[in-house]
C-alpha cells in the first residue's frame, strides 16, 4: 500500500492513459459507425463549394444554416501526439479527431437543411478553432460548418 | 437560426430577387464564458475524447445571439435580408471566446 501512494502519480498517468485508450477507441469507433449510417441517410442533400447555385434564374428562399461540434481528444492520443512531436511526421490520432469533428458538423448542416425542406446547400465553409484552455490540457477544437440552403418555394 | 424571420445567407444574391438597395455592414457579436461545472465536466470528458456537449450547447447559444444581433441591427436600418454572412471565432483570454457575425444588409425588392 505504500509502494502504492509512493508512485500514485504513476498508477494515475497509466490508469488515464489505459482509460484513454480503452474507451476512447471504443468511442470513436462507434461515432464512426454513427457518422457513415447517417452519410448514406443524407446522402440525398447536396453540398457546393461554390459561391453560386447551379440555377440562378429560379426565385428560390434561402437560409444560412450551420452545424458545429466541440471535439476533444482523449489522454493516450495526446500522450502518443506528445511523442510523435519529438519526430515530426504525421499523427493518426489528430486526423481522425479532426476527421471526425468536420464529418458530424456538416451532418448537422445537412440535418438542419432538410428540416427547412433544402436539398441543396451552396457556398459551404469550414471554420475551426482551438479551444484547449491552459497549456497541457488536452485539447479540443470546435469545428463550424455554414453555407446557404436553398428552399424551393412552396 | 432559422427563428430569425428574415433573409440570412451567406452568397451574394438571392437566386430569382433583385437587390434594391446596399445598407451597409451589419454585425453583432457575443462574449461568453465557460463555466465551472460545464468546464469540470468537460474536464473528465477530456480523458477519454468525444464530443463536448456542454460546450457545443454554449458556442451554439453565443453563435444564435451573435445572429441575432445582427439581424436587429439589420431591421433597425429598413433592411429585409443580410447577404454575404461570415463568421469568425477568437478566444479573448483562456475560458472565454468572442463569436462575431458580420454581412451586407440589403433591401430585396
Request: glycine share 10%; proline share 2%; charged share 20%.
Amino acid at each position: 500500500m505504500e509502494i502504492f501512494f509512493h508512485y500514485f502519480e504513476w498508477f494515475m498517468f497509466l490508469f488515464l492513459l489505459a482509460l484513454g485508450f480503452g474507451v476512447g477507441r471504443f468511442l470513436e469507433a462507434n461515432h464512426y459507425a454513427s457518422i457513415r449510417q447517417r452519410e448514406t441517410a443524407y446522402a440525398s442533400v447536396l453540398l457546393f463549394g461554390s459561391r453560386f447555385p447551379p440555377d440562378m434564374a429560379t426565385r428560390q428562399d434561402c437560409q444560412l444554416v450551420t452545424g458545429h461540434v466541440v471535439i476533444s481528444s482523449d489522454y493516450f492520443k495526446k500522450f502518443v501526439f506528445g511523442l510523435r512531436s519529438f519526430i515530426g511526421g504525421r499523427s493518426r490520432g489528430y486526423e481522425t479527431l479532426l476527421d471526425r469533428g468536420r464529418r458530424e458538423a456538416t451532418l448537422r448542416m445537412k440535418t438542419e437543411a432538410r428540416r427547412l425542406g433544402s436539398k441543396l446547400i451552396v457556398n459551404v465553409k469550414y471554420e475551426s478553432t482551438s479551444i484547449s484552455g491552459n497549456r497541457g490540457a488536452v485539447p479540443a477544437f470546435e469545428i463550424l460548418a455554414y453555407g446557404t440552403a436553398l428552399i424551393p418555394p412552396k | 437560426m432559422a427563428s430569425t424571420g428574415m433573409m440570412v445567407s451567406n452568397i451574394e444574391i438571392i437566386p430569382g430577387r433583385r437587390v434594391s438597395s446596399h445598407l451597409g455592414m451589419v454585425q453583432g457579436s457575443t462574449v461568453r464564458a465557460k463555466h465551472a461545472g460545464r468546464d469540470l465536466m468537460a474536464g473528465l470528458k477530456n480523458i477519454v475524447g468525444g464530443e463536448l456537449k456542454g460546450y457545443t450547447e454554449l458556442m451554439q447559444e453565443a453563435r444564435e445571439e451573435a445572429t441575432e444581433r445582427m439581424v436587429a441591427q439589420a431591421k433597425s436600418i429598413g433592411a429585409n435580408a443580410v447577404i454575404n454572412v461570415r463568421f469568425a471565432t477568437t478566444s479573448v483570454t483562456l475560458g472565454a471566446a468572442e463569436i462575431l457575425a458580420y454581412g451586407t444588409a440589403v433591401v430585396l425588392e
